[in-house]
């Protein structure tokens, strides 16, 4: 049955002493859509009185006219306005000693004295109104995947929530649901189910979400584009009562600029700011990364200095399960020959300037001067504004000889190299976490990097630690470690400790009930 004919089979007589009430909930239909189902619900449920929940009672009435009203059809030219009146709702709906009948009725009378002459945006208030209406009595974690429901690659950051979402429902004592919401159209729509991540075929189907006071919205990602535009509906969810968690994988678009675009630089600092602004606090993926942003915040924004929590977690790694690609090219056989002739040395990295390839790759340029016999395979993609670095690569002297690159690569394929490789080298100046590390402790290969904080948290006194940014002063290091291997009186990162993904996942659930208790 239509929705329209179901309200009137319901409130016949409501309906046609008031006639002018049907145009009013077609229109608030029309431009609140998840109304219809809250609307359908409540009629099929014989057990309330149907009126009421519908909000066509008398108060209900009043409300839904004023809101209807064509004076109010189109959008506000001063921004305020907006504001005055959906902070007014807010006010209302907050203030606990009136009823929710009460709040609507004396709504309608502000609307009516205040801006019967003011041009606001309709769906604003329609859509707030019902929010505040609606009432769920047990609390959810909403996870937010957008990035991960659009582009999935299976690594880095998509690896972090991937395994989030696998295994965080099976540990917190809430109901754990993935969500996503479309760019900067986050007022009109709200939070969507990911249908891609739905733990059941009922969550197919996309429906908008409503959140109720003691929810928990937790952004995973690295979600920019999921927050710029969606500040004031964060901070009304906020003001409502839902917890808002960020993970903050590491500061680098601040730290080290030279390494992104300007325009994600600048973006980039308009979230930490909107996570700054909305959130109670954020998990980080080290102690240094929640060591750089404390930092931010006492350089920036002292107000958040006593009231924002940080903790921080170290990530997992599961590689016995590690199924996620597969595939090992036919031309292989030459690469692993050339490793099992030499010493080897692996860089597994994105080429960018603050993993300082080309220090990496002076320094090589140096010890295959001096005759040192060795190889050098790098692993990573390349990155922004590097095309002068991998130009130097793809045409050097030694490519396919002693120097080897590769860019994407099965997981399979990069564990073989990992067990023919000799050391690992990372010589980045910034990082969030180094899953370099783990990968190389996981193969039992000795490690060989930067003196920087959050390398020394992972790795300790198990890695053979080096400083300066010039390929000589690396050469120097590398001889000295080839010295100390030849006496196998190296560092060995066999006692480095790392957690499985169930273990990291189980230290995020423990932070996220801190922030939020």
């Known amino acids: 049955m239509n929705i329209i004919n179901k309200i009137i089979t319901a409130s016949h007589k409501i309906i046609s002493k008031n006639p002018f009430i049907l145009n009013s909930i077609k229109k608030i239909i029309s431009l609140c859509p998840y109304l219809e189902k809250k609307i359908c619900n409540t009629i099929d449920n014989q057990n309330k009185n149907v009126n009421d929940k519908i909000l066509l009672s008398k108060t209900g009435q009043e409300i839904f006219d004023i ?15 907006k504001d005055e009146i959906l902070t007014s709702i807010d006010n209302l709906f907050e203030n606990k000693k009136i009823s929710k009948e009460q709040a609507l009725k004396e709504l309608s009378t502000i609307m009516s004295k205040k801006y019967n002459k003011k041009k606001i945006i309709l769906k604003n208030i329609a859509q707030r109104t019902a929010e505040y209406l609606y009432e769920r009595k047990e609390n959810y974690i909403f996870i937010e995947l957008s990035e991960l429901a659009i582009n999935d690659d299976k690594r880095g950051i998509c690896r972090v929530c991937n395994n989030i979402i696998k295994y965080l429902p099976s540990i917190n004592k809430y109901k754990v649901l993935p969500i996503h919401s479309p760019q900067n159209e986050f007022i009109k729509y709200g939070f969507r189910y990911c249908s891609k991540l739905a733990e059941n075929e009922e969550k197919e189907n996309e429906e908008v979400i409503e959140f109720v006071k003691g929810d928990i919205l937790f952004f995973p990602e690295l979600s920019i584009n999921q927050n710029l535009g969606k500040k004031e509906y964060l901070k009304f969810l906020q003001k409502k009562g839902i917890k808002i968690i960020y993970f903050i994988h590491d500061l680098i678009p601040i730290r080290e600029q030279n390494s992104v675009s300007h325009e994600f630089t600048d973006n980039f600092l308009k979230f930490i700011n909107i996570v700054l602004d909305v959130a109670n606090g ?48 036919e031309d292989s056989e030459s690469l692993f020959k050339a490793m099992e002739a030499r010493t080897t040395f692996l860089a597994v990295n994105a080429i960018e300037a603050r993993k300082m390839y080309d220090q990496i790759l002076d320094a090589f340029d140096i010890l295959w001067s001096e005759n040192e016999d060795i190889n050098l395979v790098i692993v990573g993609k390349n990155a922004w504004n590097t095309e002068k670095l991998v130009n130097k690569i793809e045409n050097h002297r030694e490519l396919n000889k002693r120097l080897f690159k590769l860019s994407t690569i099965s997981d399979e394929y990069l ?54 940014f010039e390929g000589k002063e690396l050469a120097s290091a590398i001889e000295e470690w080839l010295k100390l291997y030849k006496e196998d009186k190296h560092p060995k990162s066999e006692n480095i400790k790392y957690l499985t993904w169930k273990e990291s996942v189980s230290m995020l659930n423990e932070k996220l009930e801190l922030i939020t208790k």
Request: proline content about 3%; charged content about 30%; hydrophobic content about 35%.
């Open 415 to 468: 564990n073989k190299i990992y067990e023919k490789s000799s050391a690992l080298i990372m010589a980045s100046k910034a990082e969030g976490f180094g899953l370099g590390i783990i990968e190389a402790t996981y193969h039992k290969k000795p490690l060989i990097i930067r003196d920087i904080p959050v390398f020394r948290e992972i790795a300790g006194e198990n890695a053979f630690y080096f400083n300066g």
């Open 282 to 329: 954020a998990i980080c993926n080290s102690k240094a990364t929640a060591d750089d942003l404390k930092e931010y915040i006492k350089e920036n924004r002292k107000d958040r200095i006593d009231d924002f929590t940080i903790e921080w977690i170290h990530l997992g790694s599961d590689f016995e399960n590690n199924t996620s690609s597969k595939g090992i090219p």
């Open 67 to 81: 809101i209807s009203s064509p004076k109010f059809e189109k959008k506000a030219k001063n921004k305020q306005e």
